[in-house]
Every structure is written in structure tokens, then in C-alpha cells.
């Protein structure tokens, strides 16, 4: 009989019987037996086909099939095919849908009985009131570790606890699906657990106990897992020390001396928090030159990864970009530029001609990695994981130009997330990536962590993560990543905090084991009489924030609060003028448009909106971009924007103190904002 698994190229959906193998019907086990469950198991051994199966079982013993409802939610929207995909096993396909642009959710549910979204579409409906959980046969939440704090999953099951809580006689039965569950931000892996199931109303964690040599001889787990450990650049580093100066004369004259040393996070935080607190005091010239110091700072961290020519590149990107957008400079940044182009960028273009791959270290190790691989399988398939977008380009540049990997056939490309920031991709173009690395046009995947959760990738027998080290949950990923008899490696520097955060994650995985362990060993009495103490507590505090949160928004009357660009105080409009719709905060005051740049390009399209370009603030000396230029979509197209809140700030006059702040999202907003449908 045929079986099936996440990652098995060879499964053939059109065979009548898929058999369940033995560890995934013990996995099932629980769910089919009615109880709401979490299901953690390993990457690439058949979560998503186990979830169909349970969906299959409660689709059919439903009272009206034809009626049945179910959702099987994503963390990322690229997901909603892949998953559809994997359901074709056990429905006809006819039944099976995912949001396509112009579609509603209400619309589709009429006609298919599961539907693959993105968690944050079923959140908007939720909070429209398009739909009710009350609806839904089921929820499948894939990657479900995220059902905490404020991800969209746990707004999700925020809502249904409160149904919970309010007597609703029916609720959707609860599945998830996890590769590691993760030890929790106080490192109380047993109490997570507790958590994590009293937030997804779930009765027990099901993984593989009885089974676990049947998983074993169809989950491939890497060989090795390494740990590559390489000097820092040296402390006298000549291009290094050059930026280093460039910045203490720049403190010394505009924002004061840092504590912090230049190059690392905490000066990147450091020097944030100084530029929001000149934005506050409407400081324009310390706002700007705080502005140039991050970017400096920003080329340090790209300098100590990559090349000094990348180094270079994001400081070109940075003055050509503040160029462009301000049509005449204040006076200290006309004269820092001017200092940096006369006295110090050629002396550092210098330094990047004559530089070599063995002059830095994390580069010098990864060539070697890469070689030694290539020569012992000439058809090696790997991934390269980075921490930043920045990283990942200047990665597949150099694994593009380097003359020491031309002979080992390396067809490297790119794979960042969506967004509407610089340097992201749309879903097409990850698809397009997606299916040349299938289809082994490429075979050296290099990505940002979208590449470590969730989607579907042939199997690898090298993975790479580079200076990249997120917490448990991704080290435990990562590894499942390598599933082709494959090895693991990690390059850090020497004595940095990579090192000691990745000892950290092994240490918590062991704890992560361990607390299943002391799960498997409660009686099931014991366990939900935990996890119901530990929901009410939840229940209890969530009610508590959502009643702050009304009292917040009413801090302000939003007649009275200014709405101001962030970097030059110029005053937009009114908190009042300001509109909601979906996930976009627009303008409607007429006299905005005179008050911005709008700047058209490449059309990014999405389900209820296409972006258009962006937009930024007209004052001659300024050019802060505001957000993005937008469409909404409808029976005729209107034109909108959707403002970052980041790049405002705001004020009422009529306070005496704290009368101006900033926000890092919308939802901290203190005033009240109306809702607008173009």
C-alpha cells in the first residue's frame, strides 16, 4: 500500500488508498478519538498528510458532510498551495480551496468544504464579523508553537476562548502541528507545554512513543551536526577602524558618545532609541545624523559576515537613497557627506580591491564547507540560512563571483520573505525560486528563515546556517532541513553570543524532550485539570488587555492629535483625517496629497489591494518615505495609502506632558480610528 509524507517526491496523489504508516496513525490517534490535539513530530515525517487524514475522519463522520467546514491555517501565505496540495490525498479536489485575489473568505466557504488562509486573513474576517468561529467544523494550524503572545494564531484562539468562556455550544474541533514546541520565554519547558495546549484548547501533545524505529528508518535525521567555530576579523582591521572613526567624530559632534561597541545590535538599538528620542524633540539634526549612524553601523555587521565591497554597497544604497529624496541637505549632513566622499570612500574602495576571500573568516569557512561537500558529492543540494536580507544578497553574490567555487558547478539563488520593505519577494517569485531548486536549476538555496519553517523543500543533504542563530524551535528546524543523509553546520565567531545562544538551544531541546517525557507520565485527570487552571489565567488576562487596550485608544481625542512626519515635523493632518481598512492606515484629507511624493513602480499584487509604488514627504529638505502608494480593489479601483506608523509622529498640543510620541505599530495607537470603505 502506498504512503505518504511531507517531503516524498514519488507519492502519487491519484491512488485510490493512502495508508497512514504506523507512526502517523499513532500520531492521529489521539484526534480521531475526538480529542483536541497538538501533534509534534519531526520535519519531513508526514504532518500534513496525518492532518488530512483526521480531516477526512471528522469529515465523514460529521451528521451532513456536505456541510462540513474546515480551515487549515498558515503561517505564511506561499503555504496555502503547498497545503492544498497535500489534502488532494484524501478529498476531491473540488473540495479543497485557497483565497484567490478578488475572493472573500465568506465567498469561497460557500462552495469548498477546507480552505487554506493565512492566519491573518481569518483574523480580518473575525474582526469584521465576515465569519464566526461557530462556522468551522475545524481549525488546523500549521506550525502552531506561534499560538502565543500576540501572533495571529493566539488573536485566533483568543476569540474562541472567549466564545469558550461564554458557553457557545459549538466551537471547531482543534488541531496542530509543530516540529518542536519550544521551552517558552522562561525556560520552563514543562510549563510551556501547559500553556501552549491551554491556548489552543488542546487536550494532549501526540509524538511518536510506540513507533519510533518505523519513524526512524523513514525520517532521515543529519549525520552531523557541527559546530564551525572561526576567528573574528582582527582587532586592527583597517576598513573597520576607518567607519569606526567616521562615527565617533560623529557622536562627538551631534549625539553624544556610546557606550556600546559599533557593530553589533546593541549599538544598532542604542542609536535607534537616540533618534527616536530627537524625533520626540523634533531634534531634525540629530534625528538625521542618527539616521547615518545606523547605516554605518549596518555596514559593520554586513562587513564582519561578507565582503567590504557588500560593506560598500549598503553605504552607497543609503547616500544615494537620502540623495534622491531630499532635494538640499541641512548642514551637518551636507558636510558629513562631503567629508565621507573626499576624505574616507576611496580609501575604502582601496581596501576592497585588494581584499580576498581569505581576509575574512566566515567566508573563508563557508568556501571550504562548500568544497569539501561539492568533492565528495558532486550533486549536493544544500540550504544557506542568514540572519539578515542584506546577508543573503551579498551571500549569493559571492557565491556568484568567487573564482574558487567555478569549478564545483554551484548554481546559487535567493529565497527572502513577502512584505512591503525593500529587498522582499511576492509570492510568485518565491514559487519561481522555489520550483528551480525542485527542479535542480539551483542547488544552493541561499534564505532568511522563511527557508527553516513551514515550506516545502526537497530534501537536502547539507544545511548551512551562517552566523544565523534564531532559538530551539529554529535549531531543531534547521536540522530537519538536512534530510537526505545529509549534515548540518554552524559558522560563528569565536567567543560571540551566537555561540553561546546555539549551546544554550541544544540544552533547551534536551528540556523540550524531557518535559514530553514528564507530559507522557500525568494521567490525563491531572494534565487538563493543568491546562483548564493555566486557560483561565489566560482567559483572565486577555480580558484584562482588551479592556487597557479600549481605555488606550481613548487617551486622545483624535480631533486633537497632529499627525506629523517623523523626521521634519512637517504636520500632515489630523488623527481624525486618518482611516482603517483591513490592514492599511490611509489619509482622506484632500490637501495630503499636496503634503507628499507619490512615486509609481512595479505593481505587487495582493488579495484586496495592488501596490503601486510609495510614497514620501514633499518638504524640499526631507523625503522620509511615509508608507506605500495602493489600490483598492472593487468595482472601481480607488487610490489610498498605506502609512507606516514608524515613519510619523504625534501630538497634542493640549497635553502638558508626553504631548509627543512615536509608534512602532498602529495597534498602539491612544486614539480612535475610523474605519473606511472605499
Known sequence: MPTASDASPDFNPDEEKHELRDYQKELARPALEGNNTIICAPTGCGKTITAAEICKHHHDNHHDPKKFKALFIVNIRHLTSQQRKAFETHFDMRDLGALKEMETLEAVLQIKKVVMITAQILVNALDRKDVELSFFDMLIFDECHHTTLNHPYNTIMRNYLLKKKEGSSRLPFILGLSASLGVGEDGDAAKHIVTLCANMNANCVSHVREHLQDLEDHVRTPEDDKICIVNPRPANDKFRNIIVDIMNDLEAMHVGDSRHEKGTQEYENWIIQRRMDAEKLHDRQETVIAGYLLAFNNALVLYDNTRAIDAIGLLDGYFNEKRSIAKEHIDPEADLREDYEDNHESKLRDIAKKETTNN???????????????????????????????????????????????????RPDYLVGQGKAENTMNETEQAKVLKRFKDEKINILVATDIAQEGLDMPACNVVIRYNFVSNEIGTVQSRGRARASGKCYLIVERGSRNKKHEYGNREKVIRMKEALVQVDHKSNEEFNEEVRIRQNELIKEYEDELSKKKETQMLDRASDVEVLCKECSQFFCYASDLRENGSNITCVLPEFKEKIREIKQGKQVYRTTDTIGYIKCAKYNCGQQLGILITYKGITDVKGYG??????????????????????????????????EP
Open 360 to 410: 575574512c573568516p566566515m567566508l573563508k569557512k563557508l568556501t571550504e564547507l562548500l568544497k569539501m561537500i561539492f568533492t565528495k558529492k558532486h550533486e549536493s543540494k544544500g540550504i544557506i540560512l542568514c540572519r539578515t536580507r542584506q546577508i543573503v544578497q551579498s551571500i549569493t553574490d559571492f557565491l556568484k563571483q568567487e573564482e574558487a567555487l567555478k569549478r564545483y558547478n554551484i
Open 643 to 676: 502609512l507606516k506608523a514608524q515613519s510619523l509622529k504625534f501630538q497634542n498640543p493640549k497635553k502638558v506632558l508626553n504631548s509627543t510620541w512615536t509608534l512602532k505599530k498602529w495597534k498602539k495607537r491612544t486614539f480612535k480610528i475610523e474605519l473606511w
